[in-house]
C-alpha cells in the first residue's frame, strides 16, 4: 500500500526536466497572459450576448470561448509539462493550476512566481535572461 501511495512514476518525472529553465518560464509567462486575455475575450463574448447594446454579434461568445479554450489547455499543459524543469513543488503547481479558474489569476499567480524567480536566481547566483 506504501508503495502505491508514493507515486513513483511521478517522482521518476520530477527527476527528469525537459525544458531549460528560462525556456520554460518564457513559455509560462506567454501562456499566464494569453489565458488572462482568454478570460476577457470569453467575457466580452458573454457580455455581447446578454447586453445588445454592446458592440455584439452572435458569434462574438463562440470565439472568444473557443480561443479562451484553447489558451487554457495550453496552460494547463505547460505547468504540467514545466513544473520540475521550474523548480516548482507539487503544492505551487496546483496552486497554479487552481488559480487558473478564476478571470485574472494566472496574471496574480505569474507576478508572485516571478518575484520567487527572482529571489531564487538571486541565491543560486545566476542571472536572469530578459524575455
Known amino acids: 500500500m506504501k508503495n502505491i501511495l508514493k507515486l513513483t512514476w511521478l517522482d521518476r518525472y520530477e527527476s527528469y526536466r525537459p525544458f531549460e529553465e528560462y525556456e520554460i518560464w518564457f513559455l509560462f509567462r506567454w501562456a499566464a497572459y494569453g489565458e488572462a486575455f482568454g478570460w476577457a475575450l470569453l467575457l466580452y463574448g458573454l457580455g455581447a450576448q446578454h447586453f445588445p447594446g454592446w458592440?455584439?454579434?452572435?458569434?462574438?461568445?463562440?470565439?472568444?470561448?473557443?480561443?479562451?479554450?484553447?489558451?487554457?489547455?495550453?496552460?494547463?499543459?505547460?505547468?504540467?509539462?514545466?513544473?520540475?524543469?521550474?523548480?516548482?513543488?507539487?503544492?505551487?503547481?496546483?496552486?497554479?493550476?487552481?488559480?487558473?479558474?478564476?478571470?485574472?489569476?494566472?496574471?496574480v499567480f505569474e507576478q508572485w512566481a516571478a518575484r520567487q524567480r527572482t529571489v531564487w536566481l538571486a541565491a543560486a547566483g545566476k542571472k536572469s535572461r530578459k524575455q
Open 55 to 107: 458592440f455584439a454579434h452572435s458569434w462574438a461568445l463562440a470565439i472568444g470561448g473557443s480561443i479562451h479554450g484553447m489558451i487554457f489547455i495550453a496552460y494547463l499543459l505547460l505547468v504540467l509539462a514545466g513544473y520540475s524543469s521550474l523548480g516548482w513543488s507539487r503544492l505551487k503547481t496546483f496552486v497554479a493550476i487552481l488559480v487558473s479558474i478564476t478571470p485574472g489569476g494566472t496574471l
